[in-house]
């Protein structure tokens, strides 16, 4: 029996109640399956645990984390920690620093779902995208100042910095993304014409790399802004996206709400070398607003969760994260087992157990 | 009889179509109105033109330009000629030596005009937004470079300047902005979490600015990714809304398409001091694939006319530019009088005629 060693790190607010159903869910999973299990070491780095003691993660972090296959990921994020604290303090590092250059952000209409849009509502199956965010550089580099502190004369600066060996290995992964899904198209996104440096390097790349899938991949190119009136107006145009950090960040949250609720959408932080762990999040916060009420959406966690299973499968665990994914729908396709966000008064407990008793 | 002379750039493609359209309407208002008249200069700065002779502008542009009241700005882009190149010859130099610190984009949605989401179908007064852009500096800075060329070690860089001067002359008149509307609210949008150097001291001088406006202005923060939700699925909780340049050029996109078409929504790059003239230019581009059909929308086009006749005004013709929307409006109640953007079939002279005689 092949045990899977998962580092979880539930974090702040929500965050705990969701990694606590995924846990759950996961456990469920590998209890029917029968070929495999969990081990979870659970790691308390989160806001409250440094508004006490002063750190978020120990020095040796990344050693600890590597320590396992995969790790899962709440949230993080409270009002009394300033958030450029306490990402840059955890979710931001454990990206960067266990190469996971790529975020992978999968958005469809679950069953159940009812889409904002008109057009979407009458045919859901329009919006199917993959969404390939950029990871580990651009305006996420982490560079950049403050000079003349918080005087009259302050200035401060945010560098983005994009390489080449970074561009070009997130445009072969998205180029492979989108040929191995049934519409093989490829859209890239970037803002060159204003941003003439970094964004005109990405236009030069993906040019580069579209030779080598010349009649296997379809492929187009946006300006950021465009694109998210395409997104509104056009999304059966579409099917992978690739963009930097910044605007695949911006262009993912509103895919997730066009799709009809920011507490399904899932996103798998890889390394494709496998040499350090994967990192699995819903991309919805720690909301604050409805922590600790028990109402929280697991439906991002339970679908990031099946991605985790799938990664750690290497293709022999497709067949069961199908299986996850099917028992959610079907769980969301019942109005008396969807949140208060999806239109529904469950709560995350009962939304939990009836996806335990799909499996 | 006063007379406002108007620089007119018609630049690329849609550009020349929808100018001589809002021509045509301000030489119609002026008319019916007596009081005042409208002499243009036009330029023919174009990327044609830069095809032809190399250059977009003349050396003394600045100069030229500043012998007007105001410019008129069509549209510029071609596919000939790459963007990065076009928009910094001609729009973003002009947007920064006129020191047009402010872009004003106002949305909400024009009678006649099917909006894609549900909620605003039924009530489309639930959009109403200012969006005030940071025209001056942030991500449009232009500074940046690349390093090893296009190498496999290529490395390029987007530098990102923020002042407390430019964001303190933003944040102020944002918050004059909400306090001139009715419901006396503002949104500031950032992305500080993620950029923690240009957006936190945006959070420190808005929090600074915000300290005038206590118990008259109400005020709340948004991520930017966030923001793009709230949009989507809150557009009644919102009003004036302010962010940086690059924040502020997508969400404002995102903004048109939310209100029905990206063929309607107006913007005013303003000089507030008044020493520069300012301008305006509809917020759409110039539409290679429907140039020279007689087909683009001239709503923006009158939209922004209607702004500059505002501007013009300081405060006397608001009277005449309310009637110009008035107007317009009617004009688009009627779907005769629609163009194919907005699911009709009128075209851009059509438009043109209808809303000359409403005037
Ligand atoms: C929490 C924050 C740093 C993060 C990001 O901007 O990457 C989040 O918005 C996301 O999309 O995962
Ligand atoms: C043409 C381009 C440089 C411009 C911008 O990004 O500012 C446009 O998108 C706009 O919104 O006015």
Chains 1, 2 share one sequence.
Not at 62 to 70: F, G, I, S, T
Not at 75 to 96: C, E, F, K, N, T
Not at 216 to 222: I, L, N, P, R
Not at 250 to 265: M, V
């Amino acid at each position: 029996k092949k045990i899977y060693k998962i580092a979880a790190i539930p974090g702040d607010g929500i965050g705990v109640d969701i990694t606590e159903a995924a846990v759950q869910a996961l456990d469920k999973l590998a209890e029917t399956n029968g070929t495999f299990s969990f081990e979870y070491t659970t790691f308390d780095w989160s806001s409250s645990a440094y508004l006490e003691r002063g750190w978020y993660m120990p020095p040796d972090w990344a050693e600890q984390l590597r320590k396992h296959d995969a790790i899962y990921f709440g949230a993080v994020g409270w009002p009394s920690v300033p958030d450029h604290i306490s990402l840059w303090q955890m979710i931001l590092p454990i990206r960067q620093q266990m190469n996971q250059y790529v975020n992978v952000r999968p958005t469809r209409i679950l069953r159940g779902t009812r889409a904002p849009v008109s057009q979407l509502q009458e045919k859901p199956s329009d919006l199917d995208w993959i969404i390939v965010r950029e990871n580990s550089e651009g305006e996420y580099a982490g560079q950049g100042g403050t000079t003349h502190g918080h005087g009259p004369n302050a200035i401060a600066t945010e560098l983005a910095i994009f390489t080449r060996v970074g561009i070009e290995r997130i445009m072969r992964f998205a180029f492979e993304t989108a040929k191995s899904r049934p519409r093989k198209k490829l859209t890239m996104v970037t803002k060159s014409n204003a941003q003439r440096h970094g964004m005109v390097l990405w236009d030069t790349v993906f040019n580069d790399v579209a030779k080598d899938y010349e009649g296997v991949v379809e492929h187009d190119k946006m300006l950021v802004d465009a694109m998210t009136v395409r997104m509104v107006n056009k999304p059966e145009s579409m099917d992978t996206i690739v963009a930097t950090n910044l605007h695949a960040d911006i262009l993912s949250d509103l895919a997730a709400a066009l799709a009809g609720s920011i507490g399904i959408a899932p996103s798998s932080n890889l390394d494709p070398t496998r040499e350090n762990p994967s990192m699995f999040e819903p991309i919805h916060g720690s909301a604050p607003d409805i922590a600790g009420q028990g109402i929280a959406n697991p439906v991002g966690a339970f679908w990031s969760a099946a991605e985790m299973v799938r990664w750690l499968g290497k293709g022999d665990l497709d067949g069961v994260a199908d299986q996850f994914m099917e028992a959610i729908e079907n769980v969301m396709g019942d109005p008396k087992t969807r949140t208060r966000d999806m239109g529904g008064s469950a709560s995350t407990t009962e939304v939990t157990k009836a996806v335990c008793e799909e499996i």
